[in-house]
């Protein structure tokens, strides 16, 4: 049995003599809320899409489940492992192709009521389905691109600053639905977030400066 879902070790990356991250290790739980903080290029981002799997690391191994991310078929593996970019990305002309398309991948029949529940739960509702994604605001777009990701449930769940186009109303209602999605269905959670609301929702907080993992600790809870 493995002990851990995600573990880093030693993980460095490097494009021509820049060093974006340096020996970086940690390990994360099933079931954990995870956030990444640090300040703007410090290797946030560049973390969360090594351990997607859309950067490949220049040292060091990333485990998933026990086995080196490398193993799996990527496809499945991103299956299980989902990541939320900080820009959308929509694709199609409606909101409902996109939220078909993870049936499409796996042949299966679209579920239009799940997709409108999950519309609900972030502040939109059933007309959504036939807009154009051209006629949507970025935040519009990010909830979208979130309930896509989560229609069928991963495993764990990357997020890259999928808040940062939103009011803070609906920066609540899209923190409301992953915390749901971690509590309930035990969706493992790395967030990387300058929110400072969502920072104290977290079980753990990761702390990159330079590259590196300069502190790790736990919140407690109020």
Known sequence: MYESIVELNHVSFKVADKLILNDVSFSVDKGEFVTITGPSGSGKSTLLKI???MLSQTAGTIHYKGKKIEEYNPIDYRKEVSYGFQTAVLFGKTVEDNLIFPYEIRQILFDQDKAISYLEKVGLDESYLTKNINDLSGGEKQRIALIRNVLFLPEVLL???VTSALDEENKQVIGRFVKEMNQ???IT???VTHNSSEVEE???VINIINGGVEEKN?????
């Open 184 to 186: 309930t269905k035990q």
């Open 159 to 161: 997020l890259d600053e």
């Open 51 to 53: 351990i997607a799997s």
């Open 189 to 191: 959670v790395l967030w």
């Open 202 to 204: 977290s079980d753990r």
């Open 218 to 222: 736990g919140l407690e809870h109020q």
